[in-house]
Structure formats: C-alpha cells, structure tokens
C-alpha cells in the first residue's frame, strides 16, 4: 500500500512511501530507492562490491585452471575460454528509447526498475504522432538521469503482448515496476513529452509540491493556467492519498499542498479544502471530508476544467474530449452560420456550468465539411438542426432531446431526465405495439415499416412526426379523421411513424410533420405530398395517386397481355 508521507525540515515535501525512502536520515548516504538519478551508494558500499567481485573472478580462474589440466590429463582438446555467463538477448535503442520484442522483454524489466513501454502500430497514425513526444521524453529523462527508461514495442510483429496485456487501443502505454510483469500501471491520457516526464516522476517520487509559506504558494499559482491545491490540516489520512493519486492521473496540471495556518489564513480556507485556480482566481472548491471523494471523481473534476465550458468539436480537441474521463457527453449540433447560433449557443454554455463534471457540452458546427462522420453517425438531418443529443459512452446509448428548441429550460430539463434514468432511450426501432394495425391510423415502427409501406397489394400514405412538435400535435387529430375516411376502404392504408424515434431512410425530408405516399407494388417509388395539412388537401391527394396508379396499371396490364399474345401467335406460326 502506498501512503503520502509528510517531511519535515527544509526538504518538507510529499512523497509517497512505496517507492520512495528518505535520504541522510542516518548518516551517510543511503540507496535511494525512487529518487531521480537513484541508485547511488556509499563509498564503503562499492568498494566492498569491488572486492567481491575481485574475489569471484579468482576463484573462476582458478576453477578454469583445474577443468584444463583435467581436460590434458584426459587427451580433451582445449575449446577456447568459458563465457562468463551466457550471452542475453541485445537491447537496441533509438531516441533513447529502447526497441522491445519477445525475445529481449524480459531482460529489460530484470535491469531496469521502472519501465514505461509503448505498445504501438507502426502504420497508425496516433502512434506516430505520439512516437516524437514519447521520444523527447526518454532523452529529458535520460539526460536528467532519472531511473526511468522508455521502451517500445510494435505489436505489428509482435501479436503477443496484445493477447497478454489485453491491448484494445493504440497506442497504448504501461508502466513497469521492479520487473513485475503481471502488474503494469496503465498511463492514459498523455500526449507530450512533459507530461509523460511529470508523470513517471509523480510515480517514482513526489506526487506534488509542499507550499511552506503564502509567497511560495502565491508564486506557484500559474498566472495564465491552471493550478490546483489541496489545504490540508493533517497531512495523514485518506483525503492526502486520494489527492496523491489524482496529481498522477494529471501529470498536465501543477499539484501543490500546504498545512501552513498561514497559506490557509491568506485564502480564507478553513477546513480541509481542495481549490482549483485558474488564471490566478479560485474557480472551484470541494470539501475535502474524509470519504467524500475518490480518485476517479476527483481527477474527473479536475480534468473536466482543463476543457471550456463548450468544447468545439475538432479534429484537434477529438483526443483531448476522450481524454477526459467523463461517460456523458451532450453534443449540440448547428451551423455556425445560422441567424441562431448566437442565441443558441449561449444557452447551451448557461447550462453546461450547472452540469460540469457530470456531463460534458460539445458543439459540432454542421456547416464543416470535415464534421460529416460525426454526424453521420447521430444520424443528424437537416430538418432537425439545431438538434441536441446525449451520448454515454460506456454503453454507446444515445438520447434525442425531446423538444423542437434547445433553449435553457429545455437543455436542463433534458440533463436532469438523463442524470435520473428517465430519458428515453433512442433506438434503431421501437418495439412494435400490440395492436399496431387494429386503428384507423396504423402505428409503424422501424421494425415493420418496410414490410407495410413496400407491398403488392395497398395504397400506403404516411405521417412522419416528432411528439414534442407543437405542429405536429396540430396534424395528428386531422390525421387520425383521414384514418377513419379511409377505414373500410380496401388496399388503402393511413399510417404514422415516430421518425425521432425509428430510423428509416429518406432523402429529401422536411420540417415536422411530413407525409409519404408509397404506391402499390413500388419497392423504391417514394412520392412527398406538398399540400395544405387539412383533411381535404390530404384526402384530394390521396385519391389523386389511386386514380393515376390505376391508369397506370391499366396500361401495364394491357401491355403485358398484348405481349402474351404476341408470344401465342409468335409460337403458333413456328
């Protein structure tokens, strides 16, 4: 178990007790287990490792001299001098990182006590874009001599390790400790070289800085960045190690921590508190009682005010959206040229500062072109932008905001359904209802919809409307008289369909509600009705189409017999 350790004196700093151990406590310099450039000794130390070896190397010699004289005294030929021991496996490096396969893994972790490895493709195109920084990272940390070493393992050619450390993503990163190859701590969401360096410093030695005085913690609030500090008045206990092990999560933010009455008199803290600054002003505060927080609802917190309020979505910010480690993403999508951008927008920031931390606001402008797979894939139309949707990311679900504007009453109303588990769920198709067929207006569904709207037999004319459209809400009484019009009239079939519901596929649709007309026999015509939303214009239409499916037929009929004929006679006179 690891555990933050408060040090008194000049060196006051907070470090943790699993991989690190004070210096100079008694007399003489003492191995430094995790410290930067670790490993050094007291002078006694090596000059009795010196000796040692010394006296191995004798005894070899003399070994070696008794196995030839047998070998002589035998008439066995002499094979030249015994190695040592046997040859191991080489490790080759580039950019001061090593090149890992099968065949040297091993050797790496027996002589390397922490050990971060890059598992990567080579043709993929986050691995090399991370392939650079991860380099500048072993060369910052090679020179500093830190006992820290980098390596990289292709999986292209070496499909083990993705079976053994079950790798899903690429790249993907783990880090090694005292060869413990069953065990590897998982590095996740770092992208540059410093934070890659701040990252294995925070896992081998101090996981953040001991503010002592108010113009050391003043002087350690980043005036254009972000700064977070943890008031503590015991360094002991659960809350320290839960900060502790946040500050690692973050290697991209500055961590800092005081027990100083008077840090804590000059921020108006008092009690255990930890604070978030950004560009010099406190911005959030938490209430540090015991048991309240965890790691992953703090570092979750903390990382959701490394974003904006409303983070644009890009090909830039992509990574760092995923990044964070918030399930709930609620996506407005609008062109950014539209007379309601402004407006629109606006309210969707208002919303996302009640909701930070549970749900992340992403805007997606459906005018960018290089937008088109992200819409695609929330099956976005054109007739419901601005559309709204909420995304959860563990379980793929996804939540269509049941309402026609996304002002501020609505967007909140829609978070809170979701946080509560009574949204409802957007689905390929609904169930089909019992009964679907046994009204005047035949309920569809995406399940059915082919089946009934491309048949041999009926007329088949359909409504596709939203629940919360105040139009459609309009239609949908006058719908249903059309239903009953044309009740017991035989191959005619009056529909409606949820289309925010189910997906069917259109082109060309419209502002809710819109109507289709789907011609007997037809699999692939598809005719818009334009008209007037009364019973009468529905109804003219209506019988508009019968009326010229059956001339149509007709002749279709007298074709086919013409030619059936025309075969008779043709077989006859052979």
């Known amino acids: 178990m690891s555990e933050c350790i408060g040090i008194g004196s000049d060196e006051e700093e907070w470090r943790c007790g699993d991989v690190v151990e004070r210096r100079g406590e008694r007399g003489g310099a003492e191995e430094s287990r995790g410290g930067f450039g670790g490993g050094a000794r007291s002078g006694g130390t090596a000059e009795r490792g010196k000796k040692a070896a010394k006296?191995?190397?004798?005894?070899?010699?003399?070994?070696?001299?008794v196995l030839s004289s047998q070998a002589e005294a035998h008439g066995i030929e002499p094979t030249g001098e015994r190695s040592e021991e046997t040859a191991l496996p080489e490790i080759e490096e580039e950019d001061s990182v090593f090149i890992l396969k099968k065949s040297n893994f091993d050797r790496a972790l027996k002589e390397n006590r922490y050990l971060l490895v890059e598992f990567y493709i080579s043709l993929s195109g986050p691995s090399q874009t991370l392939a650079a920084e991860f380099a500048k990272a072993a060369e910052e940390l090679k020179s500093a001599a830190v006992a820290v070493r980098l390596g990289k393992v292709d999986v292209t050619d070496q499909k083990g390790f993705k079976k053994e450390f079950n790798i899903q993503d690429f790249p993907t990163l783990k880090f090694f400790v005292d060869g413990d190859r069953s065990n590897p701590i998982d590095c996740?969401?770092?992208r540059e070289a410093s934070a890659f360096v701040t990252w294995v410093r925070r896992r081998i030695g101090s996981c953040t800085t001991h503010l002592n005085s108010t113009d050391q913690a003043k002087s350690f609030i980043d005036p254009e960045g972000m700064t977070v500090i943890g008031f503590f008045k015991s360094p002991q206990g659960g809350v320290g190690e839960v900060f502790c092990n946040s500050a690692r999560s973050t290697p991209e933010l500055p961590f800092g921590t005081t027990t100083s009455d008077e840090v804590f008199a000059h921020f108006g803290i008092r009690e255990d508190m930890i604070v978030i600054f950004q560009k010099g002003k406190p911005v959030y505060s938490e209430a540090a009682e015991g048991g309240k927080?965890?790691?992953?609802?703090?570092t979750r917190l903390i990382k959701t005010f490394t974003m904006d309020?409303?983070?644009e979505y890009n090909l830039e910010t992509s990574v760092k959206i995923f990044d964070v480690p918030v399930e709930n993403h609620i996506l407005l999508f609008?062109?950014?040229?539209?007379s309601a951008f402004g407006k629109a927008y606006e309210d969707f920031k208002s919303v996302a500062q009640e909701f930070r931390g549970k749900i992340m606001f992403v805007l997606v402008d459906t005018d960018e072109s290089r937008n088109g797979r992200v819409i695609e894939y929330f099956q976005v139309i054109e007739i419901e932008v601005p559309a709204v949707q909420i995304l959860n990311l563990t379980s793929d679900a996804r939540y269509k905001m049941p309402a026609e504007k996304a002002t501020v009453k609505n967007l909140r109303s829609f978070c809170q359904s979701y946080l509560e588990g009574t949204a409802k769920r957007h689905l390929s198709s609904e169930e089909i209802q019992e009964g679907w067929d046994q009204k005047p207006v035949k309920v569809l569904v995406g399940k059915n919809f082919d089946r009934v709207v491309f048949n041999k037999k009926n007329h088949v004319f359909v409504m596709f409307y939203a629940p919360w459209s105040e139009a459609c809400q309009k239609v949908?009484?006058?719908?249903?008289?059309?239903?009953?019009?044309?009740?017991?009239?035989k191959n005619v079939v009056i529909a409606k369909i949820d289309y925010t519901a189910n997906n069917v596929q259109l082109l060309n649709v419209e502002r809710y509600p819109f109507f289709r007309y789907f011609p007997v026999g037809s699999a692939t015509q598809v005719d818009p009705y334009k008209g007037e939303h009364t019973l009468d214009a529905f109804a003219e239409f209506l019988e508009e189409k019968?009326?010229?499916?059956?001339?149509?037929s007709s002749k279709t009929k007298k074709k086919d017999v013409v030619k059936k004929e025309a075969k008779i006679t043709k077989k006859e006179e052979l």
């Open 309 to 311: 309020l409303v983070t």
């Open 55 to 65: 006296e191995r190397k004798d005894a070899d010699a003399d070994a070696e001299g």
């Open 476 to 489: 949908l009484p006058i719908w249903d008289e059309l239903g009953t019009m044309y009740e017991k009239r």
């Open 334 to 338: 609008i062109p950014k040229s539209s």
């Open 188 to 190: 996740k969401g770092v």
């Open 546 to 552: 019968i009326k010229t499916e059956k001339k149509v």
């Open 293 to 298: 927080l965890n790691d992953a609802e703090l």
